[in-house]
């Protein structure tokens, strides 16, 4: 199984549907006043943690998103329909960063939690809502407001259930290939897995773990030695180690101490880590030389109240019995943990409290106003209707555009940008 742990997607919210221009009209009821109903809201994008996702991989095939559009308003005050989410399901551990600014927009680590990447557009306001004192028959209605669209930097943090340490060479590979459907390079050399291997073992039906190889630990590694901070970075999310041990003693070196001294990394990088519930497990039991030290692991074992397996990965002997222990250890370990509190959906693109206007040049010596309000409203105006020229014209007095861009040497007939609309100046 390859292991996906990187991904770039483009996401687009759906845009609010436009509001109805329209009037009451109704035998027996004269001068009917406006009725237009307003548009229904865009869908938004939303990223959902999904426990049957493991990899990013469907990232590399899939890569855009889009949320559905809000439906436009309709007469007798009829609201239109808001416009359907689009869900976008990651494995755990995602992190989501904005890809224009590297920002992170979402680190999602716990089932069913959601995120708000990109918000869908209000709908646009029906003529109805327009209606006051001074105001008794308005002709104008909004259009919908653009949903929001970006580009996201997926990456995921390697979550698995079960991490497995252990010296390089001691078989770690070797034994997440026999137990799972991952394929490790595998080789009798140190740091041969210089990145995580993820194994996904199956106990039956629907019922699985998630086994990672993390790649090999020397001592000193809590120093950086190794590369091994980027290595122990990986297990810090596990629930449970296999701490794997060259029974055979291969390389020469004595697997009881071996085991200590693992530990103590483990315990210099993390006390979490070194908290974590063990199990201690003696490879290679297939080599004749490992009858001398299985003895003593064992012991070990027994000494630090850990469960003991000699297991052997290159004939899969007893891996069955380890397993099943693994799965049934996770479920009390789950049932141990008090659920934990999803916060509410959480939204993204929550408009700052100042907005200031600012006025720049482009190579045309054309001036572009940006004010995230004023292009809003640009998006949304209907400037074909007289009304509606009309109210804007009164909103750009309001933000006092005209002092501005003569602040800025603006002439007469000068073209201005704001949003996707271009105006030319005059007094």
């Known amino acids: 199984m390859q292991f996906i742990d990187k ?30 109903g307003d548009g229904g809201h865009g869908g938004n994008v939303v990223m959902v943690v999904d426990e049957n996702v493991n990899t990013l991989l469907n990232f590399r095939y899939n890569r855009k998103f889009t949320a559905e559009n809000g439906a436009a308003g309709d007469r007798k005050n009829q609201f239109g329909r808001g416009g359907e989410d689009c869900l976008v399901k990651v494995p755990l551990g995602t992190v989501v960063r904005d890809a224009a600014t590297g920002e992170i927009l979402a680190d999602l680590a716990q089932v069913g939690q959601r995120a708000i990447v990109a918000k869908g557009g209000r709908g646009g306001r029906g003529n109805a809502k327009f209606k006051s004192s001074s105001r008794r028959a308005p002709t104008f209605a909004e259009f919908g407001e653009p949903g929001e669209s970006r580009d996201l930097l997926l990456e995921l943090k390697l979550l698995a259930d079960v991490g497995l340490v252990g010296y390089p060479s001691v078989g770690k590979s070797s034994l997440i290939a026999a137990v799972s459907s991952a394929r ?49 970075r990986h297990i810090e999310r596990t629930k449970l180690i296999l701490h794997v041990i060259d029974a055979a003693a291969v390389d020469g070196r004595e697997p009881v101490e071996d085991f200590r001294k693992i530990n103590v990394e483990l315990k210099r990088y993390s006390e979490k880590l070194a908290n974590l519930p063990q199990i201690l497990v003696a490879n290679k039991t297939d080599l004749p030389q490992s009858n001398e030290h299985v003895d003593a692991l064992k012991q070990l074992a027994e000494r630090e109240g850990l469960k003991f397996f000699a297991v052997s990965a290159a004939t899969h002997e007893n891996l069955d019995a380890l397993i099943n222990f693994v799965g049934q250890r996770l479920d009390e370990l789950a049932a141990q943990v008090e659920p934990a509190q999803i916060d509410a959906v959480k939204v993204f693109n929550v408009d700052k409290d100042d907005d200031p206007v600012i006025i720049e040049r482009n190579d045309a010596a054309e001036f572009i106003v940006r004010n995230r309000n004023l292009e809003k409203i640009v998006a949304m105006t209907n400037f074909d209707n007289a009304e509606g020229l009309r109210r804007f014209q009164f909103i750009w007095r309001m933000k006092n555009l005209d002092a501005l861009l003569k602040a800025r040497g603006i002439t007469e007939g000068t073209t201005v940008h704001i949003g996707d609309i271009e105006f030319e100046w005059h007094e």
């Open 7 to 36: 991904g770039k997607i483009s996401v687009r919210a759906g845009d609010g549907g436009a509001g109805k221009s329209s009037f009451r009209r109704e035998k027996f009821v004269p001068k009917g006043g406006p009725d237009g």
């Open 184 to 232: 490790p390079e595998i080789a009798d050399y140190h740091f041969t897995t210089l990145t995580p291997v993820l194994g996904v073992v199956s106990l039956g039906y629907e019922k699985t773990f998630v086994m990672a190889d993390i790649p090999g630990l020397i001592e000193g590694a809590a120093d950086g030695v190794g590369l091994g901070h980027e290595f122990l």
